[in-house]
């Protein structure tokens, strides 16, 4: 059972356009919602995490939007550039108080930026 | 700072084989979980191991074992490899103490199985 679901698989997008990716799950225990973004042959590196007491967060150019109560966030990157092509995971936790518990990943969104 | 490490970075088993993959946590880490992706997928929590003893484990058999030391670093072993355990195996590392959820990745290691 798929507790993360992301879409879409794959997507392209002009420099200088808005990328979207959606996520959704299951799990209502879930309280951090980090995203990931993977460079070929490397590890995830954190972009922007968001905990459910707030409906959106904002770092730069990266936005995650949340909606606790359909259980669904997504992440917009605005002004999209070429070095924004890589993969992008959506991950979803439950932090115990004790540290994180094991992440639950989406099945990650290509994204390529066109010049 | 160094971040999470792993080594070795790639490695070539033949199945029925036994492997050993290491990690170094992040400075001021004493959590360490391990991931495994495959191709074209996200990676799947596989155990998380904080104070050497495994705190939490994902669906995986048992012949995928670990070990954290003292020094928190960690070992994943996985034990009569099958041509389906050829992935990139990810180290993530965190804390465990306080409410800190992030988990730091290391470059993974590259498993082929022949």
């Known amino acids: 059972q798929q507790q993360v679901k992301q879409s879409p698989q794959s997507l392209i997008v002009q420099k200088g356009g808005i990328s979207i990716i959606n996520c959704a799950y299951e799990?209502?225990?879930?309280?951090?919602f980090p995203w990931y973004q993977q460079f070929p042959g490397k590890g995830p590196a954190l972009l922007i995490a968001i905990r459910p007491d707030v409906s959106e967060k904002k770092e730069g150019r990266f936005t995650i939007s949340f909606n606790k109560s359909a259980k669904q966030f997504s992440l917009h990157i605005m002004d999209s550039q070429p070095g924004d092509s890589a993969t992008y995971f959506c991950a979803a936790t439950s932090g115990s108080g004790g540290g994180a518990d094991g992440l639950t990943f989406g099945k990650g969104t290509h994204l390529i930026i066109q010049p | 700072d160094a971040g999470v490490t792993q080594s070795p970075t790639h490695l070539i088993k033949t199945r029925g084989q036994q492997v050993t993959l290491r990690c170094s946590p992040k400075?001021?880490?004493?959590?360490v979980s391990w991931y495994q992706q495959a191709l074209g997928q996200g990676p799947q929590f596989i155990f998380q191991y904080y104070e050497e003893e495994e705190r939490q484990r994902g669906n995986f058999p048992d012949r995928f074992s670990g070990h954290q030391f003292p020094n928190y670093s960690s070992e994943l072993n996985v034990n009569a490899l099958l041509l389906g355990d050829s992935a990139l195996y990810l180290c993530?590392?965190?804390?465990?103490?306080?409410?800190?959820?992030?988990?730091?990745f290391g470059p993974g290691t590259r498993l082929l199985v022949l």
């Open positions: 799990n209502t225990a879930f309280d951090y």
């Open positions: 400075s001021g880490h004493d959590t």
């Open positions: 993530a590392s965190s804390s465990g103490q306080g409410y800190q959820e992030t988990q730091y």
